[in-house]
Nanobody
Framework: VQLQASGGGLVQVGGSLRLSCTFSGDLFSNYAIGWLRQAPGKEREFVAGISRFGSNTGAAGSVKDRVTISRDNAKSTAYLQMDSLEPGDTAVYSC???????????????????WGQGTLVTVSS
């Protein structure tokens, strides 16, 4: 299994970005997907997660009103729409996958099986 995040960049405060996570190597719908981020000098933290077929989603309290996670199983791709970006959102964003038979998202970063290369999001004030 391989994952690749893309779509990061430099954005001003209040701006928006949509990140994409491309998945390969297995059947995408067999995996719950999560987005996590790591800011400089900080631990990696969970941002948002989505279940196998997209029926269950969740996000961290600090971002839940500003992010939307989605997926397109036909394209083996997951997305993270981020709005009203703040300087505190500056981080490397990675996507991760966990093989799953449930219909729930995975909130704990330690439970993910596969990780992709991240994409840098920088929010300037």
């Amino acid at each position: 299994v391989q994952l690749q995040a893309s779509g990061g960049g430099l954005v001003q405060v209040g701006g928006s970005l949509r990140l994409s996570c491309t998945f390969s190597g297995d059947l995408f719908s067999n995996y719950a997907i999560g987005w996590l981020r790591q800011a400089p000098g900080k631990e990696r933290e969970f941002v948002a997660g989505i279940s196998r077929f997209g029926s269950n989603t969740g996000a961290a309290g600090s971002v839940k009103d500003r992010v939307t996670i989605s997926r397109d199983n036909a394209k083996s791709t997951a997305y993270l729409q981020m709005d009203s970006l703040e300087p505190g959102d500056t981080a490397v964003y990675s996507c991760a996958a966990k093989g799953s038979v449930s219909n729930y998202y995975v909130p704990a970063k330690r439970d993910y099986d596969y990780w992709g290369q991240g994409t840098l999001v920088t929010v300037s004030s």
